[in-house]
Antibody, heavy 121, light 107 residues
Framework: EVQLVESGGGLVQPGGSLRLSCAAS????????MSWVRQAPGKGLEWVAN????????YYVDSVKGRFTISRDNAKSSLYLQMNSLRAEDTAVYYC??????????????WGQGTLVTVSS | DIQMTQSPSSLSASVGDRVTITCRAS??????LNWYQKKPGKAPKVLIY???SLRSGVPSRFSGSGSGTDFTLTISSLQPEDFATYYC?????????FGQGTKVEIK
C-alpha cells in the first residue's frame, strides 16, 4: 500500500519561506510522477505543481511560478515544495499525491494526509 | 486555462437515491476527466479516471460518462458513506484544473 506523509507546514509571515516534505514508503517512488495539490480554507482543490520521474520536467500553476519550486530525491523517496515569498492567499492544506499517467494524461491517485500552511502576520 | 464548471453546487438526497453530478469544460478535453471524493479532514480520493474508468477498490455504484466538454458522475444508490464533496478535474492540458465542487448532503 502506498503511504505518503507530508510535513513542514506551519505559521509563517507574509513574504516568508517554508519547505514542505513528503516521505513516500512501500512503493517504487522513482517510477511515479508526483504532485502537490492544495485546498484553501472553505475552498476547492487547486493543483500546484508536478514533477516527472527524474525531476527533469516540472510544471506549475501560474500563481506560484517564480515563488515555489518542486523537487524530489529518489534515493530518499521524498518530494519537496520550497515556498518563497509567501502570501496570505497561499494559506491552505497542501497534499502530496502520486500522478498516475495513462497515455498523455493522468490522475492524482494516492494522497497524503496533508499539511497546513498558514500565512499571516 | 480550461475552466471546469460543476452543477449543481450542492444537493440534498436520501440514502438509496440515484444522484447525478455534471461537469462542463470550457473547451474539449477529450476523455481526460477525473472525479474525486473529498470528506472534511480527509485526503481526496479518486473515483473515476479517464471519464469512465472505475479506480480499483471503488464501489461499482459509482460510474462516469461523457467526452469532449460534458461529463457526468452517477451514484446509482447513495450510501451513508457517500455524503461528501465531489470534484471533477481535467488532465488534458496544464494547468490541470478542478471544478468548484458539488456537496452532497443528507436530506
Amino acid at each position: 500500500e502506498v503511504q505518503l506523509v507530508e510535513s513542514g507546514g506551519g505559521l509563517v509571515q507574509p513574504g516568508g519561506s517554508l519547505r514542505l516534505s513528503c516521505a513516500a514508503s512501500t512503493f517504487s517512488f522513482s517510477s511515479f510522477w508526483m504532485s502537490w495539490v492544495r485546498q484553501a480554507p472553505g475552498k476547492g482543490l487547486e493543483w500546484v505543481a508536478n514533477i516527472n520521474h527524474d525531476g527533469s520536467e516540472r510544471y506549475y500553476v501560474d500563481s506560484v511560478k517564480g515563488r515555489f519550486t518542486i523537487s524530489r530525491d529518489n534515493a530518499k523517496s521524498s518530494l519537496y515544495l520550497q515556498m518563497n515569498s509567501l502570501r496570505a492567499e497561499d494559506t491552505a492544506v497542501y497534499y502530496c499525491a502520486t500522478y498516475s499517467t495513462i497515455s498523455r494524461s493522468g490522475y492524482f491517485d494516492c494522497w497524503g494526509q496533508g499539511t497546513l500552511v498558514t500565512v499571516s502576520s | 486555462d480550461i475552466q471546469m464548471t460543476q452543477s449543481p453546487s450542492s444537493l440534498s438526497a436520501s440514502v438509496g437515491d440515484r444522484v447525478t453530478i455534471t461537469c462542463r469544460a470550457s473547451q474539449s478535453i477529450n476523455s481526460y476527466l477525473n472525479w474525486y471524493q473529498k470528506k472534511p479532514g480527509k485526503a481526496p480520493k479518486v473515483l473515476i479516471y479517464a471519464a469512465s474508468s472505475l479506480r480499483s477498490g471503488v464501489p461499482s455504484r459509482f460510474s462516469g460518462s461523457g467526452s469532449g466538454t460534458d461529463f457526468t458522475l452517477t451514484i446509482s444508490s447513495l450510501q451513508p458513506e457517500d455524503f461528501a464533496t465531489y470534484y471533477c478535474q481535467q488532465s488534458d492540458s496544464t494547468p490541470w484544473t478542478f471544478g468548484q465542487g458539488t456537496k452532497v448532503e443528507i436530506k
